[in-house]
């Protein structure tokens, strides 16, 4: 099979990019031909005044990414297309040139932006769903989008043009959600159900499992405000007696969090800043339990899976895909959303209960084994491809049929 993969990169690198790429080189592996389409949003930062206003109408819909687009299908005549981001630089104007030549397209959700043009659900700190529950004028209004209402606005008007165009319902012909609770989010805000799969992401190569029962927590992840370092610093300022705490990352937040631990006086905390992925998961297979607390949904917490491949149980929030994907009692545990004290109730029984989270830890990658491995990924794709390929050429059929009486 050939596949044209698109994928749209941050200006900032993070977990869509390694799935991405992960996806790719799972694909070619197994014999199929992968042409990749690949732009970045750092393309931004070379545009002057007026690329940068040319900017808000081809986030809506990009003339140029359309005709270079169709030219690519013309010369690799592929047969799928697999769309993991468009925003900002790509456009939603590739699905038109998928229609234009009867091409399947398969989208992957990786994250609420079809709903929310922040794409978190997250505003000041709480779960915030009022663009899918209201109007997308709630985003404009509390500039949810990079803190400015006029580049919210722009992403309120692109959602709005094709929501009135039917592109996400008509120009898509199957969309992955990453969890059943993301898929029910796209249910309820009018996807069909027929369209949506559920295949999580994957973890490869394969870590393998860690070895002995870990001497410190570990967060690995975004320096953010919807991550919520914040309830995990306030969690070790409530514990009984100290534990050691690792923090891997990067972001906006991370000048404001180390004060936070400094003023406090925890001097149990680390910050590793950004490390490569080998020094992330040498990280985690030393780690007692890896800690989860973002105040958001998560689509997907790659790091979760992670952990799980290196049979390391996780605490996170009861929340959203995390809940989903963390058993309670029997992979890791679960803790109040945004709850200092409840999650340092959680972290001190973790602790002083180390064979109990070592069972957690195995029964954590049995799940890995289950679920996350690249071959049961491959396997879940491919479904959803022949799927689709098959309802694309009965609906041909059926038009031609219909024609021909």
Known sequence: MKIVMVHNSYREGGGEDVVFAQECANLARAGHTVVRYQRSNAEIASHNAFGKLAL????????????????????????????????????????????????????????????????????????????????????????CYRDSRTATATVAVMLT????????????????????????KFIAAGIRPEKLFVKPNFVDPDPGPRAGAGEYAFFAGRLSAEKGVDTLLKAWKHLDQPFPLRIAGNGPDRGRL????????????????????????????????????????????????????????VICSRLGAM???????????????????NLAEKVSWAWTHP???????????????????????????????????????????????AMSN
Request: include cysteine; charged fraction near 25%; charge should be negative.
């Open 56 to 143: 808000a109408k081809d986030t809506v819909w990009s003339s140029t990414t359309r005709r270079d687009f169709t030219a690519l299908l013309a010369r690799k005549t592929p047969d799928l297309v697999h769309v993991h981001n468009t925003f900002a630089v790509i456009s939603p104007s590739i699905y038109a040139a998928c229609q234009d030549r009867e091409i399947p397209v398969v989208q992957t959700l990786h994250n609420f932006r079809l709903l929310c043009p922040a794409a978190t659900f997250h505003r000041d700190g709480n779960v915030c769903e009022a663009c899918a529950e209201k109007s997308l004028l709630e985003a404009i209004r509390h500039a």
């Open 161 to 184: 043009t094709h929501r009135l165009l039917g592109t996400w319902n008509n120009a898509v012909d199957s969309y992955i959600a990453l969890t059943s609770f993301a898929r029910d």
């Open 258 to 313: 180390e004060a936070f631990a400094t003023d406090r006086n925890l001097r149990d905390v680390q910050f590793l800043g950004r490390l490569s992925y080998s020094e992330t998961v040498a990280a985690m297979k030393g780690a007692r339990f890896v800690v989860v607390p973002s105040t958001w949904y998560e689509t997907f917490a790659l790091v979760i899976a992670e952990a799980m491949a290196c049979g390391v149980p």
């Open 323 to 341: 809940q989903e994907n963390v058993a309670d009692g029997v992979t890791g545990l679960h803790f109040t959303p945004g709850d200092p004290e």
């Open 355 to 401: 064979s109990e989270m070592c069972e957690m830890g195995r029964a954590a990658r049995r799940e890995y084994e289950f679920r996350y491995t690249a071959e049961k990924n491959y396997s879940l794709l491919m479904e959803i491809y022949e799927h689709t390929l098959e309802r694309k050429l009965n609906r041909s059929a059926s038009s031609v049929l």
